[in-house]
C-alpha cells in the first residue's frame, strides 16, 4: 500500500531524510520509531503530499505522491497531536463539515458517525461543542475526523502526546482495529512501548536514515534485547560504528 524508495529531504544543511526505503502492505500496523528529530514527521509529510523530496520516489495507496498528489490525499487520513477543532460547532457538526468536503452525503456522514462510534466512544462529544472538549475528547474528534471519508490509509503522528491513559487506549485500541485486508495504519511515534503493543513491523530511523526494519520480535531476538528499547540503543550504537 506504500512503497518508499531512496526518498531524500534536506533543510539546509540538515539531512531531514537519507535514502529511506520501505514499504507497508495492507492489514499492517507499521510503525515509524525514532528519537526527536529522527525524520519521522519529514517522511510522513511527503507521504501526505505536504511536502516534496529533494530525491526518490514514493506511493501512497498505488499513487504517485509527486504527480498524483490529489488521489493520495484522498486515500490517506492523518492525525497528529496538534489540530485544531472549530470551537463553536459540536463534534457532529464538525464531522458532517468534513464529509462534506469529502463529497460523502449528510446519510453517508450519519452512518460513519455511527460506526466511529462505536470504535472510538465519541459519546458526549458528538453533541458538546469543541471549546469544551477535553484533550481526550478533542483527540477523538481529530481521528473520527481524520477517517470520516473511511481511507484506507491513516498515519498517526505522535498521535498519543498529552493523554491520558483512558484517552491513550482509545487511540491505541482504534489503531489495533482499524487494519484490514484493504486498510493499513502507520504509526510514528518515539513511545518504545506502543510500538511494542501495536506494530507488526517497525523501521527504526535515527538522524534520517533507517538503521532497522524488522518485526518487533524479530529486532528484539537479533539483539538479545528483553525490550524494544534495549533492542534500539543496540541498534542505534551499531549504526554509529558503522556511520564513523
Ligand atoms: N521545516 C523545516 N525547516 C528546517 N528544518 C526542519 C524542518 N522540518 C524538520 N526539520 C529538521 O529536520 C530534522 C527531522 O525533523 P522531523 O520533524 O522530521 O523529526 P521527527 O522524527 O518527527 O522528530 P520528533 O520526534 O521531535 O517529532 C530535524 O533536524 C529538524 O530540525
Ligand atoms: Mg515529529
Known amino acids: 500500500m506504500i512503497d518508499v524508495k531512496n526518498l531524500h529531504k534536506s533543510f539546509g544543511p540538515v539531512h531531514a531524510v537519507t535514502d529511506l526505503s520501505f514499504s507497508v502492505a495492507a492489514g499492517e500496523v507499521f510503525g515509524l520509531l525514532g528519537p526527536n528529530g ?3 514527521t519529514t517522511t510522513l509529510r511527503i507521504l501526505a503530499t505536504l511536502l516534496k523530496p529533494d530525491r ?7 499513487f504517485d505522491v509527486l504527480t498524483q498528489a490529489e488521489q493520495v490525499r484522498s486515500s490517506i487520513g492523518v492525525v497528529n497531536g496538534g489540530m485544531g477543532l472549530y470551537d463553536r460547532l459540536t463534534g457532529r457538526e464538525v464531522l458532517h463539515y468534513f464529509g462534506k468536503l469529502y463529497r460523502l452525503t449528510p446519510p453517508q456522514i450519519e452512518a ?11 459519546g458526549d462529544t458528538l453533541k458538546r461543542r469543541c471549546d469544551e472538549f477535553s484533550t481526550g475528547m478533542k483527540q477523538k ?4 475526523r481524520a477517517v470520516i471519508h473511511d481511507p484506507p490509509i491513516i498515519f498517526f503522528d505522535e498521535a498519543t502526546v498529552g493523554l491520558d ?3 491513550r487506549r482509545a487511540v491505541i485500541n482504534f ?3 482499524y487494519p484490514s485486508e484493504t486498510r493499513t495504519v502507520v504509526y ?9 503493543e501495536l506494530c507488526d513491523r517497525a523501521a527504526i530511523i535515527y538522524q534520517g536514515r533507517l538503521v532497522a526494519l524488522d518485526n518487533v520480535a524479530a529486532l528484539k531476538a537479533q539483539h538479545g534485547a528483553k525490550s524494544l528499547e534495549q533492542a534500539f540503543f543496540a541498534i542505534v550504537e551499531g549504526s554509529q560504528e558503522v556511520l564513523a
Open 38 to 40: 529522527a525524520g519521522k
Open 56 to 62: 526518490g520516489q514514493a506511493t501512497v495507496g498505488g
Open 112 to 122: 460513519r458517525i455511527e460506526m466511529l462510534d462505536a470504535l472510538l466512544e465519541l
Open 141 to 144: 474528534i481529530v481521528i473520527a
Open 165 to 167: 491513559v483512558m484517552a
Open 175 to 177: 489503531v489495533k482495529r
Open 188 to 196: 510514528s511515534t518515539h513511545v518504545m512501548s506502543e510500538v511494542e
